[in-house]
């Protein structure tokens, strides 16, 4: 499979403990984004990579979330001492030189 | 900053309706435009992307047309079937300055087609 790949697909926390999310893009595409959604929402913008440098963050992002690609190619987003609010779809996305985005399955995220 | 609206918010329709979804965009600014499915508890299918030079892009039963003087892209469905029920969501990629590019959504129609 060469699309996006996202790990993993659910995730089911205790409020307070840190969870960490990986997205694998499709090869050699050099732009990655990470968005949330919630229910009845449309996919809200969290932080943009182009190759290993993260070029933007939205101001969701709080001090608790931290986004990472160390070698330009897989993204992890972790975040730290979860909330109720933090439940969510995580969608992470890659675009290359064709400039369509594809996006993966997501991650589902449920904090209790 | 880029708001993007959707236009209904959800829509019904019988089995081989034509039917039009709308998507409206503040910032004229664009670089593309992308029409995405998404079905219930799932990630996101690209279904077309127009460039802002362009005025349409068609693939199948599916045409898209843009308008960016006046911010404005339409989603045209032909001979709708139930498999096409789904939300459909409209993003916009913008530059929001300093080499970045941002994806805006709206918050999509959610289309069902009643057999």
């Known amino acids: 499979d060469t699309g996006v790949s996202q790990d993993p697909r659910h995730k089911i926390t205790k409020r307070g403990q840190n969870v960490t999310f990986r997205c694998d893009p499709i090869?050699?595409?050099?732009?990655l984004y990470w968005y949330r959604q919630t229910l009845g929402q449309g996919p809200e913008f969290l932080t943009y990579f182009q190759n290993e440098a993260q070029l933007e963050k939205s101001r969701l992002l709080s001090d608790r979330f931290s986004a990472e690609r160390p070698k330009g190619s897989f993204s992890t987003l972790e975040i730290q001492r979860t909330e109720q609010g933090d439940s969510a779809m995580y969608l992470c996305?890659?675009?290359?030189?064709?400039?369509?985005?594809?996006f993966g399955q997501g991650t589902r995220l449920t904090v209790v | 900053k880029q708001e993007v609206t959707q236009i209904p918010a959800a829509l019904s329709v019988p089995e081989g309706e034509n039917l039009v979804l709308n998507c409206s965009f503040t910032?004229?600014?664009?670089?593309?435009l992308q029409w995405f499915r998404q079905d219930p508890g799932k990630g996101l299918t690209s279904l077309l992307l127009i460039q802002s030079s362009q005025r349409e892009q068609t693939s199948g039963r599916l045409n898209a047309s843009l308008d960016k003087s006046s911010g404005r892209s339409t989603l045209y469905i032909a001979a709708s079937q139930p498999g096409d029920s789904a939300t459909y969501l409209c993003a916009v990629r913008w530059g929001s300055g300093a080499g970045s590019y941002q994806l805006t959504f709206g918050k999509g129609t959610k289309l069902s087609v009643i057999p």
């Open positions: 910032d004229s600014a664009i670089y593309n």
């Open positions: 996305a890659s675009i290359g030189a064709g400039l369509t985005a594809f």
């Open positions: 090869s050699e595409h050099n732009r």
